[in-house]
């Protein structure tokens, strides 16, 4: 089996789970990670590591979320991971997203107020800020890095902003297309799940 292996913090946990099944089933596992911190995960509990290149098809991926909203759409890359996230979830069958009460809203930003996260080229995050906030609204926020001078740089060497989305933003499907076709842009934003288990 391949396993898309997400990040942050929850994660772990499905992962500590999936080394007792590893080791209960003698199951074949290869695990393709989604960031840095994944590939250590999946290092640091001796699972088997792959990558997109020899393993483009996953028979499932399993990450966190930062929310979920009623329609299943996610908010993601709290942690800044989500552009990777996003490629491995797309090669994969199956998504499964383990997010507890907390991140259950019925809108997205009920929650988390952190706003929505998305990875730009450096080049372009002034001009991919102004053009979101002339044509959605709102306010993007470079992120900046807490125990280092300047923004946080991501795995693929991209910054973030993090958008302050207005209330009126209902239509998540549309504003992803808009975002997405921004030059400067990284696909990354909220995406929605095939399926979200709740707990
Ligand atoms: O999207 C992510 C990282 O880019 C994480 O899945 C998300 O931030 C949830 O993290 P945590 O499990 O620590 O709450």
């Known amino acids: 089996m391949k396993l898309g292996i997400g990040s942050g913090s929850t994660i772990v946990y499905a992962v500590e789970r999936i080394v007792e099944k590893v080791k209960e089933e003698n199951l074949k596992l290869i695990c393709v990670p989604t960031s840095f911190q994944a590939e250590q995960l999946i290092l640091d509990n001796n699972l088997t590591l792959g990558n997109l290149t020899t393993c483009p098809q996953l028979d499932c991926a399993i990450d966190g979320a930062d929310e979920v909203d009623s329609n299943l759409n996610l908010i993601k890359g709290g942690g800044g991971c989500h552009t990777q996230e996003k490629i491995v979830a797309s090669c994969a069958s199956k998504l ?85 076709m921004m030059p400067g842009m990284k696909f990354a934003l909220s995406f929605k799940s095939k399926e979200a288990f709740l707990k």
Do not use: C
Request: glycine residues 8%; charged residues 30%.
């Open 96 to 180: 499964v997203i383990i997010a507890d009460y907390k991140k259950d809203s019925i809108r997205l930003g009920e929650k988390y107020k952190k706003g929505i996260p998305i990875e730009v080229v450096p080049s372009a995050y002034t001009p991919v800020g102004e053009r979101i906030k002339r044509t959605l609204g709102g306010e993007a926020h470079l992120r900046m890095a807490k125990q280092k001078a300047g923004p946080v740089v991501t795995d693929n060497g991209n910054f973030i902003l993090d958008w302050h989305f207005p209330d009126t933003v209902t239509d998540w499907k549309q504003v992803n297309t808009e975002i997405k």
